[in-house]
């Protein structure tokens, strides 16, 4: 029997529709979207002195990029503490090379890492300590930040009485890999987690999340909270640490910020794979409550990003192997309408659209991702050389 052409389209309708839907955001741009420029900087004695902490291991490749940019900031009272976390690389040496030149630039050798406590809270834990400001921003050795980021997000934080201020850069992917994976994670972020204006109505912790990239935080409420010891043993500290402040009814706001950061997560294939599976399974896990409903709730994500991503370009291959057209206008149209969701999430981080054509590939990998993180659930986790059990 064969199938008119007309009830492939049927079939293909949900990846059409979802197609049509991302176009149509993308062409509405980010209104309605709180950003980070809503805020103009603030001057003089409205200033409070603010410490930023930047944990660094082994990352000869971004830390200069990264220190050059905040010592551009144009705010009147800051200071930046490295804290070199153990590095086997030239990272102490780089940051150190600059420092001899700023002396708002402060780098200290981290302390061996004790036991109970994961590499990235204790580090940034130690900058805490030497820290004498009192707004602390917690960001990443790979990001790079606009001059006028800090005096902009200190101000969003003062006039929307918030406890918590993390914004969202614009996300670097300069490899073939990066540009077929990332995208597929960004939107399964955005999926789960929604946009900043919902994530700033939220309140409950089950849904709270920040973005460790950059943590702007008042030093009572990070105190009060108990801070990075709070949350130690944790790999996923930043989204620890939105719970824990959504908890405890503190305020966090988000914004966007493509304009005034970027970062690059990952730099290669292994660090993509090895840094999603070091998040999947434990993110989940806050959402679900439970490894049984983590279990169900991955493999069924990975049932869903097969069918999706997959399905319809192994459908056109074997329509055209096999000369069925009903294959072939199905897979089509389902292929080419997945490649525009993800073309409209490659777009704003300056990307080709086309490049979400390959997106069955990165489909493929972000499954194995899934996977790979779900039997190894909480134990084996692998990030920088250092082995933990969460």
């Not at 944790?234 to 304009?259: G, H, K, M, N, P």
């Not at 690059?264 to 090895?274: C, H, I, K, N, T």
């Not at 981080?349 to 086309?354: I, N």
Request: with cysteine.
């Amino acid at each position: 029997m064969s199938w008119p052409w007309w009830a492939a389209l049927l079939l293909a309708s949900p990846w059409l529709l979802a197609g049509l839907g991302a176009l149509i955001l993308l062409l509405s741009g980010s209104a309605g979207k709180p950003n980070v420029r809503d805020w103009q900087p603030l001057h003089g004695d409205d200033c409070p002195s603010v410490s930023v902490i930047v944990p660094a291991r082994n990352e000869a490749a971004n830390i200069e990029r990264c220190l050059r940019s905040l010592l551009a900031t144009e705010y009147p009272e800051f200071e930046v503490i490295v804290v070199n976390d153990r590095s086997t690389d030239a990272t102490a040496e780089i940051a150190r090379r600059i420092a001899a030149d700023d002396d708002r630039l402060v780098v200290i050798d981290g302390e061996e890492r004790p036991a109970d406590w994961a590499g990235k809270p204790w580090a940034c834990w130690q900058g805490y300590r030497k820290a004498v400001g009192d707004i602390l921003l917690f960001t990443d050795a790979d990001t790079k930040h606009g001059p006028r980021l800090l005096g902009r997000s200190v101000a969003m934080l003062k006039d929307q009485h918030a406890d918590m201020v993390t914004v969202m850069p614009l996300q670097e992917m300069k490899s073939f890999w990066e540009r077929l994976v990332q995208p597929l994670f960004f939107l399964l972020l955005g999926l789960r987690f929604g946009s900043p204006a919902r994530l700033n109505r939220n309140t409950n912790p089950r849904h709270a999340i920040a973005n460790g990239q950059f943590i702007l935080v008042t030093r009572d409420s990070y105190e009060w909270i108990g801070g990075h010891r709070k949350v130690r043993r944790s790999v996923v500290e930043d989204l620890d640490l939105a719970i824990s402040y959504t908890a405890t009814a503190r305020v966090i706001r988000f914004a966007v910020a493509e304009q005034d950061m970027r970062t690059r997560m990952y730099d290669s294939l292994g660090a993509l794979v090895e840094g999603w599976s070091k998040n999947m399974y434990l993110g989940m896990t806050r959402t679900f409550g439970s490894p049984a409903l983590t279990f169900v709730a991955m493999t069924s994500s990975m049932a869903v990003q097969l069918l999706y991503f997959v399905l319809p370009f192994a459908a056109l291959v074997a329509g055209l192997v096999l000369s069925n057209s009903f294959l072939i206008v199905f897979g089509a149209t389902a292929w080419l309408s997945a490649s525009l969701l993800i073309g409209a999430v490659l777009a704003p981080a300056g990307e080709s659209m086309l490049w979400g054509l390959f997106h069955p590939l990165g489909g493929l990998v972000q499954v194995f991702i899934f996977a790979r993180s779900l039997v190894r659930g909480r134990r084996n986790i692998v990030w920088k050389g250092r082995s933990y059990t969460a």
